[in-house]
Nanobody, 112 residues
Framework: QVQLEESGGGLVQAGGSLRLSCAASGIIFSSNVVDWYRQAPGKQREFVARITAAGSTNYADSVKGRFTISRDNAKNTVYLQMNSLKPEDTAVYYC??????WGQGTQVTVSS
């Protein structure tokens, strides 16, 4: 059974940084495409970042240059480093193994 567990969310002031982690069991991240999504209150869930099995990455325009997705194969964990955070980044952040599973989400709140 595939399980994904996000962590690292919290409250941070605008301009600050957070690093989210997504740890997996039952699946090998390095063999799959892993995405980060987010959902703000009253809004649809939206794509944030992707890392492929080959290590290629891409980002939503809204986070490009501020967020970095990465993977530690030894720990079977995917990270989302978030810098220069803005209040509009406030959301529940989810990791997703494409076509397989979603995590339960971690709350990120950015105060102005």
């Amino acid at each position: 059974q595939v399980q994904l567990e996000e962590s690292g969310g919290g409250l941070v002031q605008a301009g600050g940084s957070l690093r989210l982690s997504c740890a997996a069991s039952g699946i090998i991240f390095s063999s799959n495409v892993v995405d980060w999504y987010r959902q703000a209150p009253g809004k649809q869930r939206e794509f944030v970042a992707r890392i492929t099995a080959a290590g290629s990455t891409n980002y939503a325009d809204s986070v490009k240059g501020r967020f970095t997705i990465s993977r530690d194969n030894a720990k079977n964990t995917v990270y989302l480093q978030m810098n220069s955070l803005k209040p509009e980044d406030t959301a529940v952040y989810y990791c997703k193994v494409v076509l397989i599973a979603w995590g339960q989400g971690t709350q990120v709140t950015v105060s102005s």
